[in-house]
């Protein structure tokens, strides 16, 4: 059996991790946080990196933009891709979050069949189609 891939998931609203936990557990190992300074801590300690983060803009202690700059700052982070997600969809923020290095930017309310092509995407994860699906 394949090893799940890793996501960490950034976001200082405990419903959204929630949300996210329930969408995305079955198919990856995910660790939350709801505050970023925590996260970064775990990110420096940690002996297994995660795949992927997900990482909201908005949010106390430390915005996601210093965040990502912090991670992208980092040899053995700045590779991990980054997915911002937010309720703030305007082309600036879309256009900061990209410049900052982000690997793709998510709207708020969550749309699953759009976050995890995102996520399936980035991860190159295959989702098999069978004949009888089409």
């Known amino acids: 059996m394949e090893k799940k891939k890793r996501i960490m998931a950034v976001d200082d609203s405990s419903m959204v991790l929630k949300a996210l936990e329930m969408l995305l557990s079955e198919e990856y190992e995910i660790n939350c946080f709801t505050k970023g300074m925590r996260a970064l801590k775990y990110l420096k300690e940690t002996a297994v990196l995660p795949d992927l983060i997900i990482l909201d803009v908005d949010m106390p202690e430390i915005d996601g933009y ?51 092509t995102k996520i399936h995407a980035i991860l190159g994860a295959s989702q098999s189609v069978s004949w009888k699906d089409i």
């Open 66 to 116: 210093e965040m990502i700059k912090m991670i992208k700052s980092k040899y053995n982070l700045k590779d991990i891709p980054v997915i911002f997600l937010t309720s703030n969809g305007s082309k600036e923020h879309v256009v900061k979050a990209i410049s900052a290095g982000a690997k793709d930017y998510a709207v708020k309310p969550i749309d699953s069949d759009v976050l995890l």
